[in-house]
């Protein structure tokens, strides 16, 4: 989910690493003053990392939640699998909803399209996002 959009929209770059990305297809830009690239990245497939080994510091220090709790032995990696999984299932359902040409934000209101990105936010959030990139701070205040 780092690679394919769903948790990033653009990956920043350190000085000099795009040189060896773009024999991976990868096209950097300057987005806000930055040099990086849109997601989802030219070098995934359904094989996985396509330029693991020369892969962006970005994408070599980011750790999800499920990850640290998996490398800190908290969760077993079949808890870890489901995670991605569900989530992954939430996400793809919801792609096939929004039409051809739309993001979701332009998308129809469906109620079933709003469930989902609302469900598949929340999935996000609890195991793939850091506390600064939750998009839901919903707190409940009991009296």
């Known amino acids: 989910m780092c690679c394919d959009g769903t948790l990033f929209g653009f990956v920043e ?21 930055k040099l990086g690239f849109r997601q989802s990245c030219p070098a995934w497939s359904a094989a996985g990392c396509g ?17 640290i709790a998996l490398e800190e032995g908290s969760i ?5 699998m ?16 929004v039409p051809d040409g739309e993001t979701l934000p332009g998308a ?20 793939f996002r850091k506390d600064h990139q939750k998009q839901l701070q919903v707190e409940r205040h009991v009296a």
């Open 13 to 33: 770059l350190a000085s000099g690493e795009e040189v060896r990305l773009r024999a991976w297809g990868i096209e950097p830009i300057r987005q806000g003053g």
């Open 82 to 97: 489901a995670r991605v999984r569900k989530t992954r299932q939430v996400v793809g359902e919801l792609r096939r909803l």
């Open 108 to 127: 129809p209101a469906d109620p079933k399209l709003l469930l989902l990105a609302g469900v598949a936010s929340l999935l996000l959030d609890r195991f």
């Open 51 to 67: 330029c693991y080994g020369v892969r962006p510091a970005t994408c070599r220090a980011y750790r999800c939640p499920t990850l």
């Open 76 to 80: 077993a990696a079949d808890e870890a």
